[in-house]
């Protein structure tokens, strides 16, 4: 089967994380992808995967005419069996073409949990109603990324007889405990793996590790991902600010995540939005416990094996670092028992041959 999938960009994001994962994974199909914008971090590693990758290098929140009907002669050259799109403007775009040539089976990908005014910009809002109007028409089938999403996008009118939750999956090989030395000289590593955005909330983060700092806790905070680096005035300013300068290290966009995750004692997350926060489910199949905001499906990733707190609260993200690393310190036996809970909880719910399968399943109808 010829799956063509098309998604607005290819940069350092989970929704790109995810489909890279599956194209690679999935042996049984033939994969070609479309980006909407240009190259990014996964086209190269799709390409030398042996995976087709077309670039439309459309400006962002933007498609040209000539774009649009390259994209339509593309599709229709291509002759894929499945059109399976991702996020909202590839869903519009990518739906309403794949619908016009009469592609078999068009499949949208819904990556957020939430549409709120100040979570999510003004121009998406506008792109995700009309998809919510148009989704009795356009797709077969709607996958959500987490319950939570499933939930939020049915109050703005997508078809819900439609939706199905397919949970991320990880390469368990790649993300598992292993030895691997401390990332700094501090008796507790704490980190948080995150592109730099609005809904990722890292001054919430921020204001936490001072209540940490000012409480005599001696620790490191590592901040990586894209954005995440000495040129990020916002966050270097507020480092500053808050005298954090000797304890938060920007580490900027890393490929070796894996390692990173297995360098911390605890992985947090302070998110005032999210959608299935792959970070969480990685740090904890490398046996990192998390403390974790409660956006998208973080509580259900998370279980009872990590702590969940309100989103933009600094002083309750705060009080549950201080009882993880209570814990860490005072009990190592829980410690190490916590650490194998959190590796289980993924091997059990959240392998990458599962999530491969129930893609299938919904490709074939």
Known sequence: MKVLHIITGLGDGGAEGVLYRLCTQDKSNTHIVVSLMGAGKYSSLLINNGIRVELLNQKKGRMSIQGLFYLYRLIKKIRPNVVQTWMYHSDLIGGVLAKLLRVEMIVWNIRHSSLEPGKANRSTIIIANLCGKISRFIP???????????????????????????????ELSRFKPAPQPSLFHFPVQLGMVGRYTQEKDHINLLKAIKILVDNGYSLSLALVGSGMDKNNHT????????????????????????SVMRGLDIHLLSSSSEGFPNVLAEAMACGTPCVTTDAGDAAAIVGDTGWV?????????????????????????????????????IVESYSIDSMVGRYNQVWNG
């Open 309 to 345: 707190v309100k989103i933009k609260d600094s002083n309750g993200l705060a009080m549950s670092i201080m009882k993880a690393i209570d814990e860490m310190t005072s009990s190592p036996n829980l410690w190490m028992k916590r650490k194998e809970f959190a590796r289980a909880r």
């Open 140 to 170: 077969d089938k709607i996958i959500c990324c987490a319950q939570s999403a499933s939930e939020s996008h049915k109050k703005y009118g997508y078809d819900s007889s439609k939706m199905i939750v397919i949970e991320n999956g990880y």
């Open 235 to 258: 966050i270097v300013s507020k480092i500053d600010e808050l005298g954090l300068t000797s304890y938060v290290f920007l580490m900027g966009a890393r490929v070796d995540i894996p």
